[in-house]
């Protein structure tokens, strides 16, 4: 059985908690993609089965945030688990906000937190920063679709963020309140959408947890992808697992592809040719 389950992910559990919840359930193997801070809830899609192979191809979709920032206070996570580093600082208007995030949209350069799974030399930057090690994490590329802010709280903001993969919103926050003057740190995050996954069509961690039925919150392998689909015939698709390749007139790139009805993976055509980048079948 392969496909995914668009799990909510509860605050206070880890995204690896949960997967093993989605694994119990369909005793298959089991992946999430997208990890979620314990502190953090929403949308964690996990494949089950071969249906994490297609994870690759999925990595670089939008997703979209919920994010409270309090301004004037300052973790060492930059979150509200971690220690208070810094205190009593200046609280923004709003009419300093909205100037400042026009230059938070598109592709801006981010450092990734010090508190992070990012690695520097085979060591990952949290447990360097747990061990008190003085180290740089470089800065990436990342884009920003839109970014819109309202205040909720006497220091508070909610931001409501459109990203691509990879973009971590503690540093928004630090940046954001670091080009306004001060400090701030991320109180709350949740996570509203991730690709085809919304948090509207996600199934909750207790609902799953009591379904005697999971199977009926799987989500085919199929529905994840949004590539063209390329239908082989039988003797193609028996040409194809001995080995033997077929040329296909068909523009170049990735391709849903089918034998039949059967959904088989994720194939790229190069010069006419086909070749499966991720198997999804059986």
């Not at 919920?66 to 220690?83: P, Q, V």
């Not at 509207?200 to 207790?206: G, K, M």
Request: proline share 4%; with cysteine.
């Amino acid at each position: 059985m392969n496909g995914f389950i668009n799990l909510f992910k509860p605050e206070g559990m880890s995204s690896a908690y949960c997967a093993g919840l989605v694994k119990k359930k369909f005793q298959q193997p089991c992946g999430h993609m997208g990890t979620l801070d314990p502190l953090a809830s929403g949308v964690l899609p996990v494949g089950v089965g071969q249906a994490s192979r297609l994870f690759r191809f999925l990595l670089e979709k939008r997703k979209t945030y919920l994010a409270e920032f309090t301004f004037g206070e300052e973790t060492d996570t930059l979150d509200r688990g971690g220690a208070v580093t810094r205190r009593g600082g200046r609280v923004p208007e709003a009419a300093e906000i909205e100037a400042v995030l026009p230059s938070f949209t598109g592709k801006i350069l981010q450092t990734p937190p010090r508190f992070s799974a990012k690695c520097v030399n085979g060591k990952r930057g949290y447990q360097l920063a747990r061990a008190g090690k003085d180290f740089v994490l470089p800065p990436k590329e990342v884009e920003i679709y839109s970014l819109t802010a309202e205040r909720v709280g006497e220091r508070t903001y909610r931001f409501a963020v459109e990203c691509g993969g990879g973009t971590y919103i503690r540093s928004l926050c630090r940046d954001i309140a670091e080009t306004c003057g001060t400090f701030a740190t991320m109180t709350s995050l949740v996570r509203t959408r991730s690709g085809i996954f919304t948090a509207e069509t996600a199934v909750s961690f207790d609902e799953l947890k009591e379904s005697k039925t999971p199977e009926e919150y799987l989500i085919a392998s199929e529905e994840a992808v949004d590539f063209a689909k390329l239908v082989l015939t039988e003797k193609e698709a028996t040409r194809l697992l001995n080995g033997l390749y077929d040329e296909y007139a068909v523009s170049e790139g990735l391709y849903r592809v089918y034998s039949g009805k059967d959904f088989w993976g994720v194939g790229e055509v190069r010069d006419k040719v086909l070749k499966m980048l991720a198997y999804v079948r059986g």
